[in-house]
């Protein structure tokens, strides 16, 4: 009995050595696998940060040299290294917006913003694609462009933001939302830096856009005053002088231009006709009365020949004594005038100018409406005709 | 007081020996280590269990990071590192792979085969929790280089089987009660599957759903500590980050339920499709010749190769495509077409033999699906509210409620990948109705038939589940005892016996306390002579037991023991008789049972 119980307690003794053993080399196994997980896992994201890294690198450089589609698997592949990278998925969401993949890309960055709802980067991104999609998205559009102008942004605020609303306004005008335009162009021009030349130039053309000529004008003028000879700001305010039918002034500007970028298309009409102007307009200050006289008698005489010719081309008696039409009455009100409205007679009586003027002008406006726009020195009569009448802002 | 071992407990040097004594300072290291397993070993089997269950955990978690490192290093060596490999190179990767792992699994490891769930559910029922440690290299071994080739499989259910053998392993090492080996393994499969997953508490219901099938306290606390323990190591490696990252979503209104039972219906009758091909197809090929075998995985990498080329995200388990489709960033065709080429990627990878698992399949081709839906019902329906990507998560969950049959698991595990509550509407109703779909028009679950396909017939848990328990009312006589009170008077209560022949006699002494009078006793003391003789003076057997009619028949019959009849009781007053059960009532309902 007694042996029994020794050898029984003999093997409980072995089957507890037997586990402190097991336990033990267990533990050490444990500490094994723990060092040698930790040795491979480092590996691991180490490859895949290098991965990803190498895959975004490459996405860069197909984004830089504008293959879009190319950028689009590279980022892809670096998203697969590091899904939850938010500067990848954010430079995805870019490529498959500039490769037309606008609901991808948008729901890529509507994921991101809800992570970041201030981001300014994000929020110009999703107002570029909203953008994209039309008159339907643009309330969509002009949400994201404001959340991005007071978003936050990393580098140069100040910079991004007046980019962004530049961006903007382009985005309104473009879309004919003018009362918008308006209101955030203004913003612009006011929070540009009156150091920034180009700034104030790119705000100055914004405001020519928008019709906002005297606000243009004065934009330009600025850049002037630090750079005389700057030609976009010549050729600015050449144009908002010219709209605001400060026609002295449009051709003096238009005229420190080089002769050659006078003769570019978009600015050759202005100067001609602001030169003629100058050249016709009877109510400039500094003439003499000879000079006025002569300028109103070539005015009234230049009208009276327009009005015939555009009465023969319409196949309308201009003399009659029963006028019909506008241009009939505008030519009888001239022949019915009380008085001579020759070069001598008006150099006698200045005061007679300006009703001789206005008569010119009406038959220069008559025609213009009966026979279309004159052209050269009858349309400059007839531009000043409306500036004098306060057609022009 | 646990027993502390001392220097002197060590087996004491023999004098004249050749060897060196160990110096003093390992001798007391060694003290030291005895005296703590001691303390470990001298704890209730039960502590030791807990205590082993985190163990097993951190195993686990180890295990499955590692498995995951080699399933990716597969990859990137075998297909390279971009999405887009060399077509070569995709059609020729998976069916070289697949011929390396027909021949592993062929001639080094046949323990290897199968997804993993219903091995370990074989060594709980089969093995006495037996699972080899040889199986579980081999499964490590052979899934990754299937699932990093680019076989359309998925890790989990390889994770679930390796952590169920490290356990295994581990309780058969420290010599744990048979019981305990049994019960280890699922402990260790729900590590496993929590590190797989980075869903704790998915693993712990799909393990107690699908694999043991109860949730008895000291193995669900075992299950739970393996599974949170896992979870831990594998996030201190691998990071904190879900499997997904799920977009927000919007809380779909009352009216939009409806959507998702679309999406619930499309899902059943996917998955039931998905079932019942695999049902067909599988013992017909496994009735091909011998030496196919060699070259089934093969052919099925040639064709997901194939298929790879135009549409590479079908291969491997598809977690950055999921993630994608949450993100709404497929069109709705290519969401049917991913969904329609997974299905068929998937089955031929399992029908080839290839080990792996079906969990990630099953959650890609729902993930799919479940875009899809929400893609044309937004067409149809722009003012829906739910994204893509809400239908592609509700679809996950619904898809494996319907495939795999784990409807409380599917709930939980959408849940837990998308770190929110808000969904939880529509993954409860868009998951039942595929789970109902599924049920009504294939009843044996996917794993049962593949278990009973392979010859072994495992308990289903769902069959259980689904079956009906039969509680004491069915068999208890209601109005079949004759009462007696203990100052009744033998006489009267003679009488009363005399009226009803056929009912048990049972003296209430008090409230619960129930004792049994023999018909015989109660002629004695009426016929003893005194006219005062009450019942409290019969000779009775008791106390009886007490039943209440909610109680199961195993439970009755436990308690009938030798008695001759048991009372059933009122729950609110234990003096209410409400009904008489004997052994012989408690048979025939068994019999009727049966025969119904």
């Given at each position: 009995m007694a042996?029994s119980?020794?050898s ?5 003794q072995?089957k507890t ?13 444990l500490?094994?696998?723990?060092i040698f997980?930790a040795?491979?896992?480092r590996?691991?994201?180490?490859k895949?940060h290098?991965?990803a890294?190498?895959w975004?690198a490459r ?11 190319a950028?689009l698997?590279?980022?892809?592949n670096?998203m697969i290294y590091?899904?939850a990278?938010?500067?990848f998925?954010f430079h ?14 948008r729901?890529y960055l509507l994921?991101?913003?809800?992570e ?5 980067q994000i929020n ?8 994209r ?7 969509d559009?002009?949400?994201?462009y404001?959340?991005?102008i007071?978003?936050e942004?990393?580098t140069?605020?100040?910079g991004m933001?007046?980019?962004i609303?530049r ?5 309104l005008l473009?879309n004919?939302a003018?009362?918008?335009a308006?209101?955030?162009?203004i913003?612009?021009?006011?929070n540009t ?5 180009e ?8 405001l ?8 243009a ?5 600025t850049v002037?005053a630090?750079?005389?000879n ?5 050729v600015?305010a050449?144009t908002?002088?010219?709209q ?6 449009a051709?003096?500007y ?9 003769e570019?298309?978009?600015?050759a009409g202005?100067?001609?006709t602001?030169?003629n102007?100058?050249?016709?307009d009877p109510?400039?200050?500094?003439l ?12 009234v005489?230049m009208?009276?020949?327009r ?13 009659v004594?029963a ?6 009455k505008a030519v009888?009100?001239?022949d ?10 008006l150099?006698?009586h200045p005061?007679?100018i300006?009703a001789?003027?206005?008569a010119?002008f009406?038959?220069?406006?008559a ?6 726009e004159a052209a ?8 000043l005709?409306?500036g ?5 802002r | ?7 002197s407990a ?10 060196p ?11 030291t ?9 001298s704890l209730r089997?039960?502590?030791l269990?807990?205590f082993l269950?985190v ?15 080699a399933?990716e ?8 590192s971009?999405?887009?490999?060399p ?7 998976p069916a070289?792979?697949?011929l390396v ?5 062929i001639?080094?490891?046949?323990g ?9 559910k074989?060594?709980?029922?089969i ?14 071994i052979?899934c990754a280089?299937?699932i990093g ?8 259910d ?10 295994s392993?581990l309780?058969?090492r420290l ?5 305990k080996?049994r019960?280890i ?7 496993g ?7 704790p508490?998915?693993?712990v219901i ?7 099938g109860?949730?008895s ?5 075992a ?6 323990s896992?979870?831990v ?8 980050e879900?499997l ?6 919007r809380?779909a209104?009352?009216?939009?339920l409806?959507?998702?039972v679309?999406?619930?219906v499309i899902?059943?009758?996917?998955s039931?499709l ?6 067909y ?10 030496w ?9 990498g040639l ?8 549409l590479?995200q079908v ?8 993630d994608?489709a949450?993100?709404?960033q497929?069109?709705?065709?290519l ?5 329609a ?5 998937t089955?031929?990878s399992?029908?080839s ?8 399949p099953?959650l ?5 699906l479940?875009?899809?839906?929400g ?5 149809f ?6 994204t893509?990507g809400t239908f592609?998560l509700?679809?996950?969950g ?6 795999l ?5 599917s709930?939980?595990m959408v849940i837990?990948?998308s ?8 993954i ?6 595929a ?5 009504t028009?294939?009843k044996v679950p ?9 010859g072994?017939y495992?308990?289903?848990i769902?069959?259980e589940r689904e079956q009906?328990?039969l509680?004491?009312e069915?068999a208890?006589i209601?109005?079949?005892?004759l009462?007696?009170l203990p100052?009744?008077?033998a006489a009267d ?7 009803k022949?056929d ?7 008090r409230a ?5 009078v023999?018909r015989?006793e109660i002629?004695?003391l009426?016929t003893?002579?005194?006219l005062?003789?009450?019942a409290?003076?019969?000779k009775t ?5 007490v039943?209440?009619r909610?109680q199961?028949?195993?439970d009755a019959l ?5 008695w001759p009849?048991?009372p059933?009781v009122s ?8 009904g008489v059960?004997?052994?012989a009532?408690i048979?025939r309902?068994?019999?009727n049972?049966?025969?119904e």
């Amino acid at each position: 009995m007694a042996s029994s119980s020794s050898s029984a307690a003999s093997a409980n003794q072995l089957k507890t050595h037997s586990r402190e053993a097991v336990l033990l080399v267990t533990l050490l196994l444990l500490l094994l696998l723990i060092i040698f997980t930790a040795f491979v896992t480092r590996m691991y994201h180490k490859k895949y940060h290098v991965l990803a890294d190498e895959w975004f690198a490459r996405g860069e450089a197909s984004f830089q040299a504008g293959d879009a589609a190319a950028a689009l698997n590279d980022y892809r592949n670096a998203m697969i290294y590091s899904p939850a990278n938010p500067n990848f998925q954010f430079h995805l969401a870019r490529s498959l917006a500039a490769t037309g993949r606008n609901d991808e890309a948008r729901a890529y960055l509507l994921n991101l913003l809800s992570e970041s709802p201030g981001s300014g980067q994000i929020n110009l991104e999703l107002a570029r694609i909203a953008a994209r999609g039309g008159p339907k998205s643009m309330p969509d559009a002009l949400r994201y462009y404001h959340a991005a102008i007071y978003g936050e942004w990393e580098t140069d605020p100040i910079g991004m933001r007046w980019q962004i609303r530049r961006e903007f306004c382009e985005y309104l005008l473009n879309n004919n939302a003018m009362n918008q335009a308006e209101a955030e162009i203004i913003a612009l021009a006011d929070n540009t830096s009156p150091d920034n030349l180009e700034e104030q130039k790119t705000a100055g053309n914004l405001l020519l856009r928008a019709r906002l000529w005297s606000r243009a004008l004065q934009q330009f003028q600025t850049v002037l005053a630090t750079d005389p000879n700057d030609q976009v700001a010549l050729v600015g305010a050449g144009t908002a002088a010219f709209q605001l039918a400060q026609h002295p002034q449009a051709a003096g500007y238009f005229n420190r231009l080089p002769p050659q970028l006078r003769e570019d298309p978009s600015v050759a009409g202005m100067v001609d006709t602001s030169n003629n102007i100058v050249l016709a307009d009877p109510f400039l200050l500094g003439l003499s009365a000879e000079e006025r006289a002569k300028r109103t008698a070539n005015a009234v005489t230049m009208a009276e020949a327009r009005a015939t010719a555009c009465a023969k081309e319409t196949g309308e008696a201009p003399h009659v004594t029963a006028p019909t039409s506008p241009l009939q009455k505008a030519v009888a009100a001239s022949d019915a005038a009380p008085a001579d409205w020759s070069e001598r007679n008006l150099r006698a009586h200045p005061e007679r100018i300006d009703a001789a003027m206005a008569a010119a002008f009406d038959m220069e406006n008559a025609a213009a409406n009966q026979c279309g726009e004159a052209a050269g020195l009858d349309y400059a009569l007839w531009l000043l005709g409306r500036g004098r009448q306060g057609g022009l802002r | 007081m646990t027993d502390v071992a001392t220097p002197s407990a060590l087996p004491e040097p023999s004098a004249p020996s050749s060897k060196p004594a160990p110096p003093r300072s390992l001798r007391n290291l060694w003290a030291t280590w005895r005296s703590w397993t001691n303390r470990i070993f001298s704890l209730r089997e039960d502590q030791l269990f807990m205590f082993l269950a985190v163990l097993i955990g951190i195993f686990g978690g180890l295990s499955v990071v590692c498995f995951r490192v080699a399933i990716e290093w597969v990859h990137l060596l075998t297909l390279g590192s971009s999405i887009f490999p060399p077509p070569l190179r995709v059609m020729l990767v998976p069916a070289i792979g697949g011929l390396v792992v027909a021949l592993l699994v062929i001639r080094v490891f046949p323990g290897a085969r199968g997804s993993g769930v219903n091995q370990t559910k074989a060594a709980v029922y089969i093995s006495n929790g037996y699972i080899p440690f040889v199986t579980v290299i081999g499964k490590f071994i052979i899934c990754a280089i299937a699932i990093g080739t680019g076989q359309s499989l998925g890790p989990e259910d390889p994770s679930l089987q390796i952590g169920a053998g490290i356990a295994s392993r581990l309780g058969r090492r420290l010599n744990l009660s048979q019981e305990k080996i049994r019960l280890i393994a699922p402990v260790g499969a729900a590590a496993g599957l929590a590190a797989a997953f980075n869903a704790p508490i998915s693993s712990v219901i799909f393990v107690i759903e699908e694999v043991i099938g109860t949730w008895s306290a000291g193995v669900l606390g075992a299950i739970v500590l393996a599974a949170v323990s896992s979870v831990v190591t594998m996030r201190s490696f691998m990071g904190s980050e879900s499997l997904f990252r799920v977009p927000p979503f919007r809380v779909a209104g009352a009216g939009e339920l409806l959507a998702y039972v679309v999406l619930g219906v499309i899902g059943g009758f996917t998955s039931l499709l998905f079932l019942k091909w695999l049902a067909y197809a599988r013992p017909r090929v496994q009735m091909w010749p011998r030496w196919t075998q060699y070259f089934q995985p093969a052919a099925a990498g040639l064709i997901i190769g194939f298929i790879g080329i135009r549409l590479p995200q079908v291969m491997g388990a598809g977690y950055t495509v999921i993630d994608q489709a949450l993100h709404g960033q497929f069109s709705w065709k290519l969401l049917l077409v991913l969904a329609a080429l997974k299905i068929l990627a998937t089955g031929l990878s399992f029908l080839s033999g290839t080990p792996g698992g079906m969990f990630a399949p099953t959650l890609f081709i729902g993930a799919m699906l479940g875009g899809a839906v929400g893609s044309i019902e937004h067409h149809f329906f722009p003012n829906i509210s739910g994204t893509v990507g809400t239908f592609a998560l509700v679809g996950m969950g619904t898809f494996f409620a319907g495939f795999l049959r784990t409807p409380i698991t599917s709930v939980f595990m959408v849940i837990e990948l998308s770190g929110s509550y808000t969904a939880i509407l529509p993954i409860m109703i868009a998951n039942m109705v595929a789970y109902l779909i599924s049920r009504t028009y294939q009843k044996v679950p996917l794993f049962d038939f593949l278990a009973r396909q392979d010859g072994l017939y495992l308990p289903s848990i769902e069959e259980e589940r689904e079956q009906v328990p039969l509680v004491v009312e069915v068999a208890m006589i209601t109005d079949g005892a004759l009462v007696a009170l203990p100052e009744e008077l033998a006489a009267d209560l003679a009488k009363r016996a005399e009226a009803k022949l056929d009912a048990p006699v049972l003296l209430r002494v008090r409230a619960g306390d129930w004792h049994f009078v023999e018909r015989d006793e109660i002629k004695r003391l009426a016929t003893s002579g005194s006219l005062t003789t009450k019942a409290s003076e019969a000779k009775t057997k008791g106390p009886l037991p007490v039943l209440f009619r909610d109680q199961s028949l195993e439970d009755a019959l436990h308690a009938v023991g030798d008695w001759p009849a048991v009372p059933v009781v009122s729950r609110a007053n234990l003096s209410k008789l409400e009904g008489v059960v004997t052994l012989a009532d408690i048979l025939r309902a068994f019999r009727n049972a049966s025969a119904e």
